[in-house]
């Protein structure tokens, strides 16, 4: 049983900056892909950055430059630091975990004030 439990989110102003942890437990292979999406509404979840165990990154082309992940393999955490936050970055943020199927945090709400 894998379960990931995020932290972080929340209120803040465009131009500001939030940060999102995420834990994973479990039966968690030593290669993996742990990352973030993200649903909008009215929009479709997307992809948002990801992390290989190797160290492979992923972004989202709208959040190149301002958000960077990182993760501590053995701790099984990954973290989203989110900068120059705009209205448009306002959704729900999912970790994700991937191993060889997809696992899901129940998401943390994002909102960016104009």
């Known amino acids: 049983q894998v379960q990931l439990v995020e932290s972080g989110g929340g209120l803040v102003q465009a131009g500001g900056s939030l940060r999102l942890s995420c834990a994973a437990s479990g039966s968690i292979f030593s290669r993996n892909t742990m990352g973030w999406y993200r649903h909008a509404p009215g929009k479709q979840r997307e992809l948002v950055a990801t992390m290989s165990s190797g160290g492979n990154t992923n972004y989202a082309t709208s959040v190149k430059g301002r958000f960077t992940i990182s993760r501590d393999n053995a701790k099984n955490t990954v973290t989203l630091q989110m900068n120059s936050l705009k209205p448009e970055d306002t959704a729900v943020y999912y970790c994700?975990?991937?191993?060889?199927?997809?696992?899901w945090g129940r998401g943390t709400q994002v909102i960016v004030s104009s």
């Open positions: 994700n975990l991937w191993l060889g199927r997809h696992y």
